[in-house]
């Protein structure tokens, strides 16, 4: 069966980084974009982007341009996001996503969450 | 900055009906968004109940249906179930630098 599991909660310090897995398995992991959401605590659903594990390439949310990186690791069917010079807004809980492309785009299974916390 | 706005909150009462709407700054919401509904519940991820307009996945109850209306993209609740209380987020894409953007999110009580 898909399964999408995420990584431990983290606590960082402000100005910090946190890196984020996300472990598939049931599929064919090069046939499935994977979407990374976030949530801040009481908030909404924020897109924050993109990777494509066939060939890596990314697209990223215009607010985390500069600060997100997304990538993968084909051999542990892994993809990971990696938010850099960490702020109080970016506490959050942030979820993997499973999306295909055919005739029409869909999303279907999602990740468990990973709270990250951020204080000082 | 594109915004996509739904209702901050609806009430129904159980085996009732109610529609849930999501609109787009840009103008009236076509196919082409490709809109999603996704459901969550306290302490829980999303789960995906309608994708690309009106399209459910195996899982998703057949009571649950997504439809375009009045230049907003729709999600619409029949013969509701007290199950159903939860938060309902639509997702449009658009392409171009923002490619896929989140409505606030509708709170739908069901009393």
């Known amino acids: 069966q898909v399964q999408l599991v995420q990584s431990g909660a983290e606590v960082k310090k402000p100005g910090a980084s946190v890196k984020v897995s996300c472990k598939t398995s049931?599929?064919?992991?090069?046939?499935?974009?994977i979407h990374w959401v976030r949530q801040a605590p009481g908030q909404g659903l924020e897109w924050m982007g993109i990777?494509?594990?066939?060939?890596?390439?990314?697209d990223y949310s215009q607010k985390l341009q500069g600060r997100v990186t997304m990538t993968m690791d084909a051999s542990t069917t892994t993809v990971y996001v990696e938010l850099s010079s960490l702020r109080s807004e970016d506490t959050a809980v942030y979820y993997c996503a499973r999306a295909g492309w055919g005739v029409l785009p869909y999303f279907d299974y999602w990740g468990q969450g990973t709270l990250v916390a951020v204080s000082s | 900055q594109t915004v996509v706005t739904q209702e901050p909150s609806l009430t129904v009462s159980p085996g009732g009906t109610v529609t849930l709407t999501c609109g787009s700054s840009?103008?009236?919401?076509?196919?082409?968004?490709?809109p999603h509904w996704f459901q969550q519940k306290p302490g829980q991820p999303p789960t995906t109940l309608i994708y690309?307009?009106?399209n459910r996945h195996s899982w998703t109850p057949a009571r649950f249906s997504g439809s375009l209306l009045g230049g907003k993209a729709a999600l619409t609740l029949s013969g509701v179930q007290p199950e159903d209380e939860a938060d309902y987020y639509c997702l449009f894409y658009f392409g171009g630098a923002q490619p896929w953007v989140f409505g606030g999110g509708t709170k739908l009580t069901v009393l």
């Open positions: 049931g599929f064919t992991f090069s046939n499935y974009y």
């Open positions: 840009t103008g009236p919401v076509t196919s082409d968004y490709y």
């Open positions: 690309s307009t009106n």
């Open positions: 990777i494509n594990p066939s060939g890596g390439s990314t």
